[in-house]
């Protein structure tokens, strides 16, 4: 017997036959923007794992959600708010997805293949805030209501990996309790929908200084009695970047780190700190101590705030293993709001003034502040062969960023932002972008060559005195070649 639809069974929730119509016509297109999405959220997460367990790289082969879309089963709208509108969705999708991972492990490419996927899920989409600008809401907040039902097809080298005892189950649990870690209500995915030339997507507006002193009295998880703890903290929302770590301090239920790090806050009013305790493992994963997430709400500007929070499980409220005693964490907080005009730090600043008339004393050139820098997209880039697949390389003080890779084009839009903390503005600094082509070593199957197309070195000195430049550059090396950037120097 079928079963009955959720507008049958619960009257509160709505048909959406037309949702499922339109999103049929439009999947081919979804799919190629999700998977664009999979792709940059994915880097930064595969290169936290670059370098251990002897990974030398991970890349995607192929990423495709396939032909069938998901199916809608009901909707339910709740009251509308002046600002932002909640619905909760019911979704189900029996889908054919193809993504290919290669991880190279030594010198052997090994191909990890994620097919026949189904899951259930029960969804909660804020559209946030509202704005003049079609269409009228300038981001997707998506959070899981329940921890969803995942089945899905895993082959390893071509051979099916799930079919291996007692590894299905265990990777079903494992990926529930992954994805309810990162999604499940009050955790959300944030999406951005306009762009930010329209000024509706939230920039950063400061800098978080967050000092980890200490934890007391965490779980025993080693078989002698103790832990090896560090902690991961970062800010909910916004951007997807790695999370910050601590030090792991080996044999220590009562660890002091007295370690500081600085993050970038969008909007502290509905932004959080979280804070995730792990006990480190030689081998496998390492073991969860426990959590807790703090609101950005609750800092005054430039107030130091020292707070001790008592670490539970996971956010659910209702989770019985909750009330276990886990322990504390005691951190030191400080939220510092970007100044928002820098000719008021130290008077008028001449646009045309050689930096050598800069006083180095000044309070201007003392504050630190945090450098934006755009790659909008270059434009005739050209190479030895007819077809690049062009990716841009940004080099500051060492640090290195990579955009994400496009293929077969000669004009690539990237709209990708790296961020630099700095402690006082770059006044002699340079910084140096280029655009490279990455080709892959047919003859051999792996392995690839890359072909610089073209650089540009930028003095930031112009930065800092006009607080920002969108301009078009002239590649260096190249024929034609230009690059499009946005650079800007926020100061605390």
């Not at 990455?438 to 197309?453: P, T, V, Y």
Request: glycine share 6%.
């Amino acid at each position: 017997m079928a079963e009955l639809p959720l507008w049958v069974k619960h009257p509160d929730y709505e048909r959406v036959d037309w949702m499922n119509d339109i999103l049929s016509d439009m999947w081919p297109y979804l799919d190629k923007a999700i998977c664009g999405m999979i792709r940059s959220m994915s880097k930064p997460i595969f290169t936290e794992y670059i370098g251990t367990y002897y990974i030398r790289s991970i890349d995607f082969e192929a990423v495709t959600l396939g032909t069938l879309p998901p199916i809608f089963q009901g909707i339910k709208v709740h009251e509308l708010n002046e600002d932002h509108l909640v619905i909760d969705l019911e979704t189900k999708w029996a889908g054919n997805p193809e993504i290919t991972l290669i991880l190279n492990v030594l010198y052997l490419p090994i191909k990890v293949q994620l097919i026949d996927m189904h899951i259930t899920a029960s969804m909660r989409v804020t559209l946030k805030p509202f704005v003049p600008t079609f269409p009228c809401f300038s981001n997707v907040v998506v959070s899981l209501m329940d921890k969803p039902e995942v089945d899905f097809g895993l082959k390893v080298m071509g051979g099916d990996l799930m079919a291996i005892p007692g590894l299905y189950q265990y990777v079903q649990k494992l990926i529930k309790k992954q994805v309810a870690s990162l999604y499940l209500w009050p955790q959300a995915l944030e999406i951005p929908i306009l762009d930010a030339s329209l000024g509706a997507t939230k920039k950063p507006v400061g800098i978080l200084h967050v000092k980890v002193v200490r934890a007391r009295e965490l779980l025993k998880m080693d078989i002698l009695g103790s832990s090896d703890p560090y902690v991961k903290l970062k800010i909910s929302g916004g951007r997807i970047v790695p999370s910050k770590k601590t030090s792991i301090k080996t044999k220590n239920l009562n660890p002091e780190w007295n370690e500081e790090f600085k993050l970038t806050v969008n909007d502290p009013m509905s932004q959080v700190l979280e804070l995730h305790v792990y006990d480190w493992e030689k081998v496998g994963m390492h073991d969860k101590l426990g959590m807790q997430v703090i609101p950005l709400m609750l800092l005054k500007p430039h107030e130091k705030k020292e707070l001790t929070v008592g670490l539970v499980k996971n956010l659910d409220s209702n989770e019985t293993r909750n009330r276990k005693p886990r322990g504390s964490i005691t951190v030191e907080l400080t939220f510092i709001p970007f100044v928002e005009d820098t000719t008021g730090l130290n008077g008028p600043i001449d646009i045309y003034m050689r930096k050598e008339t800069v006083p180095k004393t000044s309070s201007f050139v003392n504050r630190p502040g945090l450098l934006l820098v755009t790659v909008i997209s270059a434009h005739n880039v050209e190479g030895k062969h007819d077809n690049n697949n062009p990716f841009a390389l940004v080099v500051f003080r060492g640090d290195k960023r990579k955009t994400k890779l496009l293929k077969k084009t000669r004009d690539p839009i990237w709209n990708e932002e790296f961020q630099f903390m700095l402690d006082e503005a770059p006044l002699e600094e340079i910084i140096h972008i280029e655009v490279i082509s990455k080709r892959k070593h047919r003859a051999f199957g792996f392995g690839s060559s890359k072909e610089a197309l073209g650089h540009v070195d930028i003095n930031l000195v112009n930065v800092v005195y006009n607080n920002r430049i969108n301009e078009k550059y002239h590649l260096i090396n190249s024929k034609n070649g230009m690059i499009h950037l946005d650079i800007k120097w926020n100061a605390t």
